[in-house]
């Protein structure tokens, strides 16, 4: 119950800070992650470096396939580009990451690197600790988080922060039971992004913008160049309960900031 009170204590700062990070008078399409996308002057094709344990591929690969049909973003599978251990940001790239970072009470956070509100890069982190005990050691629970993480990746907001309601068939959707088999949230599985989520998704990126990052344009294939990367702020969405999740968030200002989501 400790747990559960400093969680939603903590979720009360991050609506405050949310709010005082938003442009003013600013309204944010439905989903919209603080404005925050791949600026693209037409179609995105974003490198994503596997730098995960082999257990990961096949839910990595079905995460990317499905993102990968919304009619503005392509996923491109590539060798990783830094360290499992540091996670460490690769300009124009998203790097995903798995390793043991011990009981953090997060089991996915994704960071995302912005010049004002477009991303140049992101990094997310799949903490193992968490997907070896029986809990979460199942395939729903690995397919939810690195589907969800995908989505914060593209500046994607989750869909429902109300983890006792009934699932809604999206990747997005907080939840006790990511397979809907548990008899707790209904009977759809929270394992992949839904109709409604490519929807928002379309609505983030049919605007287009003036510029676009080389190596986000589809069929280039020139190798991105790591760059040093701000000290990252975070949002995260911690592990409660029977995977319930909650929220917290730490900002700090710099020329360029870097905001995480974390599962």
Not at 54 to 72: G, V
Not at 92 to 98: A, K, N
Not at 142 to 165: K, M, R, Y
Not at 218 to 225: E, F, G, L, Y
Request: hydrophobic residues 40%; aromatic residues 12%.
């Amino acid at each position: 119950m400790r747990l559960l009170n400093k969680a939603a204590a903590r979720c009360g700062l991050v609506l405050a800070a949310l709010a005082a990070t938003a442009p003013a008078g600013a309204s944010l399409l439905p989903q919209s992650w603080n404005g925050y996308h791949w600026a693209h002057t037409g179609n995105l094709a974003i490198m994503v470096g596997n730098n995960t344990a082999a257990k990961w591929a096949p839910y990595l690969a079905a995460a990317e396939s499905r993102w990968s049909t919304d009619k503005y973003i392509d996923f491109v599978p590539t060798a990783g580009m830094t360290s499992a251990s540091t996670c460490a940001g690769v300009y124009g790239t998203i790097q995903v990451c798995s390793g043991n970072w011990g009981a953090t009470g997060w089991s996915g956070w994704t960071t995302v690197y912005t010049s004002g509100t477009s991303i140049y890069q992101a990094t997310i982190k799949l903490n193992d600790y968490y997907f070896t005990s029986p809990k979460y050691n199942n395939a729903a629970y690995f397919q939810q988080v690195i589907c969800q993480e995908l989505g914060n990746a593209l500046g994607l907001d989750d869909s429902d922060h109300n983890f006792g309601n009934l699932n809604a068939g999206s990747c997005m959707d907080y939840t006790n039971d990511s397979s809907g088999t548990l008899g707790t949230n209904g009977t759809l599985a929270n394992t992949a992004p839904s109709v409604t989520d490519f929807a928002n998704l379309d609505g983030i990126y049919g605007v287009f913008d003036k510029t676009q990052l080389v190596f986000t344009v589809p069929k280039v294939t020139s190798n991105a160049q790591a760059a040093a990367v701000p000290e990252p702020g975070s949002w995260s969405m911690m592990l409660l309960g029977f995977g319930a999740l909650g929220m917290a968030m730490r900002r700090r200002r710099k020329t360029d900031l870097a905001v995480a989501f974390a599962h």
